[in-house]
């Protein structure tokens, strides 16, 4: 069964450096999303791509959060420098394609700044 | 911006009852979505409801569609400790990014 793949599963870093996840969607699915979830709510969209454009990156802190998807497959969610209030799930989730389209999740990056 | 009331926060059961949860939204949906989440894992998705009124069974899972379009509702049936977690509801309206629920958190008691 085709899956949503993200790494790594867990990052523990210190404040101010920077951080890296990937995410790599099921295969044919046209748009990707990373979500971030903090402990005990449900997932808020970060940033939206379909194919290598962003749709939606409304909620993305431009001042430290970065997402690009060169290709229009993979994806990386970039956060420099790390903040502790950035400690969170972080879920990628894909779709054929945007609107009514189900969206599937990864396993998340579970993410700690000291 | 919608906002997803989901109730009960948390659940506490025993094995095999019946359990009920719903979400209401301040707005319509044309798409409600439930899923599943474990602890350290991604949300799992559960049942898909399209159309106003729908009603989904995923083995011991159903869900219905409110007729209002603002409103979704889950049950499980003759629950097991693998139900154990925290299930979300989540919806959205034509191209508008997916709003989820604050998660109903199922524990079953031995």
């Known amino acids: 069964e085709a899956e949503v793949a993200q790494s790594p599963r867990y990052k523990i870093t210190e404040k101010s450096q920077a951080v890296a996840f990937w995410c790599d969607p099921i295969?044919?699915?046209?748009?990707l999303y990373w979500y971030r979830q903090i402990l005990g709510q449900g997932p808020e969209l970060l940033v939206q791509f379909q194919d290598e454009s962003v749709v939606d990156d409304s909620q993305l802190p431009k001042d430290r959060f970065s997402a690009e998807r060169l290709k229009g497959v993979d994806s990386t969610l970039k956060i420099q420098p790390a903040e502790l209030g950035d400690s969170a799930m972080y879920l990628c989730?894909?779709?054929?394609?945007?609107?009514?389209?189900?969206?599937?999740f990864g396993p998340g990056t579970r993410l700690l700044v000291l | 911006g919608q906002q997803l009331n989901q109730s009960p926060q948390s659940m506490f059961i025993q094995e095999g009852e019946d359990v009920s949860m719903n979400c209401t939204s301040s707005?319509?949906?044309?798409?409600w979505l439930w899923y599943k989440q474990e602890p350290g894992e991604g949300p799992v998705l559960l049942i898909a409801l399209y159309k106003a009124g729908e009603l989904t069974s995923n083995g011991r899972l159903t869900a219905q569609f409110g007729i209002t379009r603002k409103d979704s509702f889950l049950n499980i049936s003759a629950s097991i400790p693998s139900d154990v977690g925290i299930y979300f509801c989540?919806?959205?309206?034509?191209?508008?990014?997916?709003?989820f629920g604050t998660g109903t958190r199922l524990t079953i008691i031995p």
């Open positions: 707005s319509i949906f044309n798409t």
């Open positions: 989540a919806g959205h309206f034509g191209n508008e990014k997916l709003t």
């Open positions: 989730a894909s779709s054929l394609a945007s609107g009514k389209e189900t969206q599937y």
């Open positions: 295969s044919g699915h046209a748009t």
